[in-house]
C-alpha cells in the first residue's frame, strides 16, 4: 500500500489504543475459582461471546459483558454471578492506554484529524479518551450508532458523519475480526494494522503493519517509512 495523507484517521480504541484488559479483569476475579488450566479456556470463551454477543440487534455494552460471562461460566461449568459480571464491567473506564500511544498520537495529530469509532457506550468512553493524551475530532460510539462493529453499520455512519468517502480515510486496528475486514468489504483502502498479538497477520485484507503507533505517522506519509506494507 502507497502511504497517503487521508482528511482523517480514524481508529479503533478498545485494545488498539485503550489497552483493554477484559482477561485480565476476568482473572482478577476468579483466579481463585479456577484452575489455571480452566482460566485459559474461560478466557477463551468469554472472548468469543463478546464477539457473538455484538452481531446481533444493539444492546447496553454491560449487557453484552453479563451474557458473555454467564456463557462462559456455563461452558466451563460454574456458578455466574451478575456482581462478578459487573466488577468486570466497572473496570472498563479505568484502563488507559498502550505506553507508545500518547506521543505517537500527538505526532499525527499535529497535521490530520483523529477519529474514534468505538464499541462503547456515550457514557463510558470519554474516561478512556481523555487518558490517549491527544486531541480527536470527534468519538463515535456503538451507543450513538445503535450498532456494534464488526457490524458495517458503524463505519458508513462515521463516512457520512465525516462528510467523507472510503478513499479518504486510514483506519487503524489491532483487530480484523472486529474491523479491518470490515473496511475491506467496505473499500477503505488504507488500512493500518497494529499488530498488539491480539490475532496473527491476514495479508489479504491489505494494510500497513506497524508495532505501534509510533509507527504511524510513517504509515500515512508523514515521515520516512518505519513499517511494512503487506
Not at 461471546?49 to 455484538?54: F, P, S
Not at 461460566?73 to 459487573?86: N, T
Not at 498488539?196 to 503493519?209: I, Q
Request: net charge negative; proline share 6%; hydrophobic share 40%.
Amino acid at each position: 500500500m502507497t502511504a497517503f495523507r487521508p482528511k482523517f484517521i480514524t481508529f479503533d480504541c478498545y485494545g488498539t489504543l485503550t489497552n483493554f484488559d477484559m482477561a485480565g479483569a476476568a482473572r482478577r476475579v476468579y483466579s481463585e475459582r479456577l484452575s489455571p488450566e480452566a482460566m485459559v479456556s474461560f478466557i477463551e470463551a468469554f472472548r468469543g461471546y463478546r464477539l457473538d454477543e455484538v452481531l446481533g440487534a444493539w444492546k447496553p455494552l454491560v449487557e453484552v459483558v453479563h451474557n458473555s460471562i454467564e456463557r462462559s461460566c456455563k461452558r466451563i461449568g460454574i456458578q455466574f454471578k451478575p456482581e462478578d459480571a459487573q466488577l468486570i464491567y466497572d473496570e472498563v473506564p479505568t484502563w488507559g492506554p498502550h505506553a507508545d500511544v500518547p506521543a505517537g498520537l500527538v505526532e499525527v495529530a499535529k497535521e490530520i484529524p483523529l477519529v474514534i469509532l468505538s464499541n462503547s457506550m456515550n457514557n463510558l468512553i470519554m474516561s478512556n479518551v481523555e487518558k490517549l493524551g491527544a486531541p480527536f475530532h470527534c468519538v463515535i460510539t456503538a451507543e450513538e450508532v445503535g450498532a456494534y462493529k464488526p457490524l458495517m453499520k458503524g463505519f458508513e455512519y462515521m463516512l457520512d458523519k465525516l462528510g467523507c468517502g472510503p478513499d479518504d480515510i486510514t483506519h487503524v486496528s489491532s483487530s480484523f475480526r472486529y474491523d479491518l475486514m470490515t473496511a475491506y468489504d467496505l473499500g477503505i483502502k488504507s488500512k493500518v494494522w497494529v499488530n498488539r498479538g491480539h490475532e496473527p497477520a491476514n495479508p489479504f485484507y491489505g494494510y500497513t503493519e506497524i508495532a505501534d503507533i509510533g509507527g504511524l505517522a510513517a504509515a500515512v506519509g508523514l515521515a520516512a517509512p518505519l513499517s511494512k506494507a503487506v
